[in-house]
């Protein structure tokens, strides 16, 4: 089905594929499919780049932070080689989406700049490991250049979401390994720390990249069940949501809480507003009203039953309700003032940063303190906020446009990132391994079904020599969108 503003998915009949479940055939099916559809090259390395990216193992008790290299350093090689391959162009529909990618790839121009700056010059002392930040802009630009490359038409924004839904379900069963105490399957992602204290964190290497990777899931699943009543969504929020519990991450406790209590209401009384001024509520705001509910005393079902188990999460928070401090905080906090001290002293520091200087401050908690100290105030804005206000404003722009049930996906993501601002307090989650390929790739992804959802002519994707391959086409419905 076509939607008159972002997310284009669906079949013939009307039924998305992604979500919940790959469809009665399951995740099994898909996966064979996948390996059998030769003539389709594109596809398959996006869901080996996937693959690789979620589930790539970083052994990080025996190599430490070093085994961020393993991921990234192979989704270079990936990505690099998924581009240069037979069938593989980046290629625009419009004039304008052209502009939009130009600008986000300027701003990872500049990200290239300030790192080089920052090991060549502005860093006091240059040890080994800063050396390291250089593969990271190029690591952006070809994830965020994939989408580009891959999705030429709705068929293709469905695939994407079935991967999507096949990487949820690996994120669940390697949860489950740990959960059940396979301990030396969940070294292979995270540190034995987290597993004894009994927070899930595999297959990523700590608790906070792995649920705020999981709350993405929740709102694209929370969307699709308002929007399609399927219970079988609603059971992979409620799944992604009792995971994000277990993780005992207080940052994202907060931030999905407060994501579910005010932008998901939000979105909903921006898209649905017509009908609201008409004293009319539209089934999907009546689902979300008793969805909440339920959920709320789910979670909080949940919580007793294992408040022993959540002792680190129910004490962080109700230590920061009852006192306003709380560890973790007051570290970031007081980070955030020796960037601040350190800036105060020096114009140039304040604009462009102390560069890397990982001899300095190594380990920085907070997204801010992290832009702030290394690349400054201009950093702060055109590598980090630039390119998130952009492509989330063109995502919250097509919000007023046609109403189309399959724009799950589309709200999900912007509520995602609409949460980014708010959750970087807490962590540098666009610049951490696995976490930053996904943030790039769905910023491509969502400028690019931006475009599908006006209504362009798809280009057609090049072939293999040896299959022959029309282009595709779009079709319109009466509206005139794609």
């Given amino acids: 089905m076509s939607t008159g503003a972002g997310f284009v998915t669906g079949t013939a ?3 998305t594929p992604g979500a919940a479940a790959i469809g009665r055939r399951g995740a099994s099916a898909f996966i064979v499919r996948l390996l ?66 130009r600008v986000l790839v300027g ?15 502005l860093s006091p002392a240059v040890i080994v490991s800063d050396t390291f930040e250089l593969h990271k802009p ?14 030429r038409g709705r068929a293709d924004v469905a695939f994407v979401e079935r991967v999507l839904g096949v990487g949820f379900l690996g994120v669940v069963a390697v949860s489950a390994v740990q959960f059940v105490g396979l301990t030396p399957l969940a070294a292979l992602y995270t540190e034995a720390s987290n597993i004894r204290m009994g927070r899930l964190s595999a297959p990523f290497g700590n608790p906070y990249d792995y649920a705020f990777a999981l709350t993405l899931f929740v709102y694209v699943y929370l969307f699709r069940f308002l929007k399609r009543a399927d219970g079988r969504a609603l059971a992979a929020a409620a799944a992604g949501l009792g995971l994000i519990v277990l993780s005992q991450s207080r940052t994202n406790a907060i931030v999905v809480g407060g994501a579910l209590a005010c932008l998901v209401p939000g979105v909903l009384i921006v898209e649905h507003f017509g009908a609201l001024a008409r004293l009319r509520a539209p089934r999907a705001v009546l689902r979300y009203g008793w969805i909440y509910l339920l959920g709320a005393l789910a979670v909080y079902a949940l919580i007793m039953t294992f408040r022993e188990e959540l002792a680190y999460l129910i004490g962080g928070i109700a230590q920061l309700i009852r006192e306003g401090s709380q560890s973790s905080l007051d570290e970031r906090l007081r980070q955030f003032r020796v960037v601040v001290d350190r800036a105060s002293d020096s114009l140039v520091v304040a604009l462009f940063g102390n560069g890397i200087s990982k001899s300095v401050m190594r380990l920085l908690e907070s997204g801010y303190t992290f832009f702030l100290f290394r690349f400054g105030l201009v950093g702060l804005v055109v590598i980090f ?26 709200l999900g993501v912007l509520v995602w990132l609409l949460t980014i601002p708010v959750a970087s307090i807490g962590n540098t989650f666009t610049e951490q391994p696995r976490l930053s390929f996904l943030y790039y790739f769905l910023l491509g992804f969502a400028v690019r079904c931006h475009t599908l959802g006006a209504g ?4 057609p994707r090049t072939a293999p020599a040896a299959v022959a391959r029309p282009p595709r086409t ?8 794609a």
Wanted: charged content about 15%; hydrophobic content about 55%; glycine content about 10%.
């Fill in 474 to 481: 779009v079709e319109r419905d009466d509206a005139g969108a």
């Fill in 36 to 101: 059998l559809q030769r003539h389709d090259p594109a596809r398959a390395w996006t869901a080996a780049i996937f693959a690789f990216a979620l589930f790539a193992p970083t052994f990080p008790d025996a190599l430490g932070t070093l085994g961020a290299i393993i991921v990234n350093g192979g989704l270079v090689v990936l990505l690099a080689s998924a581009m240069i391959a037979p069938g593989m162009r980046v290629r625009f529909l419009t004039q304008g989406e052209r502009t939009v990618y």
């Fill in 107 to 121: 701003c990872l121009a500049y990200y290239m700049i300030a790192v080089g700056l920052g090991v060549g010059l």
């Fill in 456 to 459: 362009p002519a798809v280009a």
């Fill in 13 to 15: 009949d009307g039924r």
């Fill in 138 to 151: 190029v690591l952006h630009a070809l994830a965020l250049s994939l989408p580009f490359a891959v999705v």
């Fill in 385 to 410: 906020f630039a390119p998130l206000v952009l492509v989330a404003g063109l995502t919250l722009r097509a919000i007023g446009r046609a109403h189309d049930a399959d724009r799950h996906l589309q």
